[in-house]
């Protein structure tokens, strides 16, 4: 049996009088690709950033291959990576300083020839001795996603990785993601794009208004929301409806 490399046990949180996250629960297994899916302000990127240990739950925890994770601890970060929605960088180096950085902040060595692998595989090889800052959005988010996976994590916790990513690019992503998940690695990734969740997840989870509202692979979610059309956005739709009519 897989083992669960994520835990998000009962997390809730809320910013003033908004419940952005409520009683939470989603366990994401070895090798699994986890789709989560929710119309904006749903909270997703609150409870990647959580999982992340950038924010604090009000309650609740989150565990990452069987550590807890805190603000102020250090092991779970050995097994994970967070690819935030935007990518932010040190834009006075160059792409090849930024790589070199982050593996010595995580404690990698021999990364180079992996690097070295995936910047022909993204084509950023041309640039990757250039300055970050004049980097277009695309190769920044490709950059990010070369540095997350140096230290070959565990889990890679992945906000919205395809936007502003070109035909490409996007395909090469999701390529990348099917091969590191055939590895072993989990990944929860959320995305708006119903396409992508349903090309690469084994399991669908989605939330609205901080709640998880259906999870399962795409048949049962299918069954599930008792519609006649088998694509996602009809089934997506549904059952965001429904679980604003109670
Ligand atoms: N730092 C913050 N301060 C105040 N409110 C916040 C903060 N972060 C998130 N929220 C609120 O929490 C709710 C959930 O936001 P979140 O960013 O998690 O949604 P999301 O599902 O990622 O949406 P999107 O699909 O638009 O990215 C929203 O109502 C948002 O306004
Ligand atoms: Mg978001």
Redesign the pocket.
Known sequence: MAEDILKIVNIS?S??N?N??SCLNINVKEGEIYGFL????????????ICSGILKPDQGYVEIDGKEVGLDKVEFRKSMAYIP?RPYLYEKLTGWEYLNLISEIRGIINWEGKADYYLDFFELRDSINRLIEGYSHGMKQKLVIVSSILHSPKLLLI??PMVGLDPKSSRKVRELFKKISSQGTALIL?T?SLGVAEELSNKIGI?NK?KLVAEGTMEELIEKSKTTDKDLETVFLKLTEESENG
């Open positions: 949180k910013f003033g908004v952005a996250v929710g119309p904006n302000g749903a909270g997703k990127t609150t409870t990647l950033r929605d906000d919205e959320s708006h939330i901080g």
